[in-house]
Each structure stands twice: as C-alpha cells, then as structure tokens.
C-alpha cells in the first residue's frame, strides 16, 4: 500500500493523474492520451469548431480562444488570433489560463455538474462558499462568464461553455481591449452570437457523455 501510494502521488504530482476523493479514489487525466499515438478526444472537438471559429473572426473581427482543462488550469487547444485583424499577439497554443480568475475557466466551472465543479474546487484548494456560488449562478443566467480583470489591465475576455449531455467539453472565449468596450457592451454585443456559436460546435460534436474534457482537471 505505501509504495502504490507513492506512485500515486508521482502520477498525481506530474499531471497524469488525479485524487477525485477518498472514497472515490483516484482517476487517471486526459494527459496521459499524450502518450499514446491516434486521434485524441480533444483533436476531434478542435476539427469541428475550427470552421465555425473562423467564421465568427472573419465575421467580428475579435480573435476567439479554445480551451479545456488540464492540470490545474485551462489550456488553450486551438485559438483565431493569427487570422484577427485586431488581434494582440500570433498565437496562444498550449498557453493555461487560470481557472478561477480566467474567463475560461469561470464558463467552464459556472456551466459543469455540482459533481465536477466541487471536485475542482477541491483540488484547488478553494471552498465552494456563498459568494462563488453566487458568481457561478450569475453566469449561467447571463449565458457568459467574463475574466476578473483590474484597472491596469488592458485585455478583457468573454467566454462560453460548449455543453453535451450535461457536460461541458470545452469553453470559447473572445478577448478584446478594455478601451474597445465595457462588460455590459460587450455581453450584449457578443454574448448571444457566442452562445450560437458553442451549441452549434456541441451539436456536431461527439454526445457521448463518457467523452469528457474534463478528466484532466483539478477533479483545462
């Protein structure tokens, strides 16, 4: 028992796996896919919203960012910003996004079962209290969740989940300038055509509800 714990702990520790909890055990994370060769899950979701990224940037100008958990974080799978006219930088492949502060990561724990979104929390370390809660409900009523952001920072992000069956299999995110709009301008400009956007991807999308993201996750 002492040394599979310790192995745990090293699988845990590097990323390939994760304690869901002490009842539950352990459960393995969708890094370990990177060491196998074929066609990964993620791959699949990247080649059906790719197109339709590509239209929404061609169409609004604002580069868009696809992104899943992983490891504590969300990492960006696929992003328009080299094709944005108004983009502020060449790409974003691999780059995580904090969960808690991101907007990313806000859509994804917002629009997740109570189930994953506790056990995320869990592995951050974060208590699931009132006010995250309240948060967590505002978004799902607007539909988007928005990065926490100061006065000295100059790029803002709006986000959406894309849902099947329940689960969320990755989240989109737009990010623009603070100068261009407010939060409030931005929800009413982008929120409605982002929200087609991701029910679009999910409904050509895999509706399995085994193929989830989120196994890499803090149980982007």
Request: proline share 4%; with cysteine.
């Amino acid at each position: 028992r002492p040394t599979v714990v310790r192995l745990l702990g090293t699988l845990v520790e590097v990323g390939y796996a994760v304690q869901v909890s002490r009842s539950l055990g352990y459960r393995l994370t969708d890094r370990v896919l990177t060491l196998a060769q074929g066609i990964r899950f993620i791959d699949h979701l990247v080649d059906i919203a790719a197109p339709h990224m590509q239209r929404f940037t061609q169409e609004h100008g604002w580069p868009l960012y696809l992104g899943s958990i992983s490891h504590r974080a969300i990492t960006i799978r696929y992003s328009t910003a080299a094709e944005s006219p108004l983009s502020f930088e060449r790409t974003a492949l691999q780059r995580r996004s904090p969960i808690l502060s991101g907007a990313l990561g806000r859509a994804w724990l917002a629009f997740s079962t109570d189930e994953e979104r506790r056990a995320i929390l869990s592995d951050l370390g974060v208590r699931d209290d009132a006010k995250l809660a309240a948060a967590f409900t505002r978004i799902r009523q607007q539909g988007h969740a928005f990065s926490v952001v100061t006065r000295t920072d100059r790029l803002q992000g709006i986000a959406v989940a894309i849902q099947s069956n329940a689960r969320v299999l990755g989240c989109i995110s737009m990010r623009f300038t603070c100068s261009a709009m407010s939060e409030v301008e931005a929800g009413a400009r982008y929120g409605a055509p982002l929200g087609a956007l991701a029910r679009a991807i999910a409904r050509l999308g895999p509706c399995d509800s085994g193929d989830v993201l989120w196994k890499d996750a803090p149980l982007p």
